[in-house]
């Protein structure tokens, strides 16, 4: 690392609200953070939180907006004395995901044409792009083009089996076929296609780049196995597929080994005084750049507790399903991040604590989650105040209690109006919500996961499209992260920790920086491996060098018995989902 010594490294994040760029150094400390908010700093485009939103339900934010915040961002660091930018050795970062920004036949040459007698917006925004506007992941206006994408492929599963998703309305392959069919002048004036994170790789490196491979999982266009565009998906945007890659750059950027997509533009080495030999490498999508923040080797798993709840895996296994998505790694080779959302989250058990308590206090919540004395072995129950994604049911409650069957074939379920109290719901919905997690995670865990000293039963049990042996969820993650507000609950956190049962110990931190930081992360590690200055893998340099004492802080593991003590309820967790 001497070599590195004095050396800085940038990690983006243009989300959705704001453009903020982290400087780190070799040591992965923090140095400086600064953030162009956009209904602040840009308010002339009058956005609603950076997003035109439309009645027929288009949400597109204007490209213009983010080249001025890309020159206010570095105008604002170059007047900080603590950072020096001619010692930046390499950027990265990430994007909101699936929007897609798209260029003119002149647009990527005006890039390396970029002078400092001007900004960037005055010389792009007007003839670099064929729409002044880039659809956001909030756009809900592709319901017949997400119908063909399915219907293409033989249905939901088939397509998510192909792609790591099923169709979604924020994907870009959709979007690009709406705009495509209804607006076939601007599609036809369009030369080249970006997601937003290979647009802003581009506006830095001074020339267009093409996607990288990791975000363009999120198109419902990429061929996850065989890594490459799936020609029927493409046929729907256009008859000639050929043409519609050329606009997509090509094959997009592996991540088997890390190369620079450019060195940093011109424009920015006179204007701003970054370092002419600054390596600009992939930039990828928002979720991605999240797993890249925290030191996550195969099988970890990380947990958002927010007002949804996320679970964001590392695993070498592809086991796609509709309900949730799968994305290759954008580091490490051969693996895959799996991605489970649910709408319902900390509102679903705020409103239970708001039943136990006037003044919303948790205590009373926590202490029926944690009681010993309150029996809820024989309950199982699932919250849905929102209609729910994992499994894909509308807004219901459902309460149950349950016996094994006589011959221990499964178990005999009966539906209840209430259970004794709400505190049962307290310990009830806690027990739920980490229970569907872990036996949604189950088949995403490698094999060398299995818990070969728990003796479950070979009785098939389902859930979403598998029918899978109990056995199968005897599978435990090596270690969980905690992150999000509900983080901070001992009580919840616990409870998760004893559910998922991570053999390795669990952790508790904060993220608010998380997808700028996997970015620095990522130029840090992309830097030195390039330069041959480590030969260590992503997830190996970043345990190795990550701030274990000062970025986490350990809860434990997780005690056998309780782990165990679960078991017996993924059957009557499978046969109340039957019921919904």
Known sequence: MSDTLGAFYLGFDLSTQQLKCLVIDQNLKLVHSESIV????????????????????????????????????????????????????????????????????????????????????????????SRNVCPNWQDHSTGNELQK?????????????????????????????????????????????????????????????????????????????????????????????????????????????????????????????????????????????????????????????????????????YHPSPNYHLFLHPTIPKHYMGMICYCNGALARERIRDELSETRDWEPFNTAVTSQSLNNDNEIACYFPLGEIVPNVPSLYRRATFVQAADDSGVELKLVDSFESVAHDAKNIVDSQALSCRVRISPLLSNDCEDTSCKMGSSLVHFDCDNFPLSEYTKRPRRAFFVGGASKNDAIVTRFAQVLGATEGNFRLETPNSCALGGCYRALWSHLTHEKMTSLKFDEFLNETFNWDTDVRSIGLTDEKDWLHYNKKIQALSELERTL
């Open 38 to 129: 956009f209904e602040q700093d840009l308010s002339h485009y009058k956005t609603e939180k950076g997003v035109y939103f439309h009645e027929d339900g288009t949400a597109e934010c204007p490209v213009a907006m983010w080249l001025e915040a890309v020159d206010l961002v570095f105008e604002r660091m170059s007047q900080h004395d603590h950072i020096d930018l001619s010692l930046v050795k390499a950027m990265s970062g990430s994007c909101q995901q699936h929007g897609s920004v798209y260029w003119t036949q002149e647009g990527p040459k005006l890039l390396p044409q970029l002078t400092v007698d001007a900004s960037l917006k005055d010389q792009l925004a007007s003839r670099a792009f």
């Open 149 to 317: 994408f399915e219907e293409a492929c033989g249905g939901a599963t088939q397509l998510a089996h192909i792609t790591g998703s099923r169709a979604h309305y924020r994907f870009t392959g959709p979007q690009i076929m709406k705009i495509a069919k209804k607006e076939p002048e601007t599609y036809n004036k369009t030369d080249k296609i970006s997601l937003v994170s290979s647009f802003l790789a581009s506006i830095l490196a001074g020339e267009f780049t093409t996607l990288e491979e990791a975000d363009a999982c999120g198109m419902n266009l990429y061929d996850i196995e065989k890594r490459d565009y799936d020609e029927t998906l493409l046929g729907l945007i256009d008859n000639d597929t050929k043409s519609v890659r050329e606009k997509l750059g090509g094959k997009p950027i592996p991540s088997e080994k890390p190369a620079p997509v450019g060195i940093i533009s011109s424009y920015f080495v006179e204007k701003y005084g970054l370092n002419p030999d600054c390596q600009i490498f992939p930039f990828t999508g928002d979720n991605l750049a999240t797993i890249c923040s925290l030191p996550l080797k195969p099988n970890d798993i990380l947990v958002s507790l927010g007002t949804s709840t996320t679970i964001l895996l590392v695993t070498d296994q």
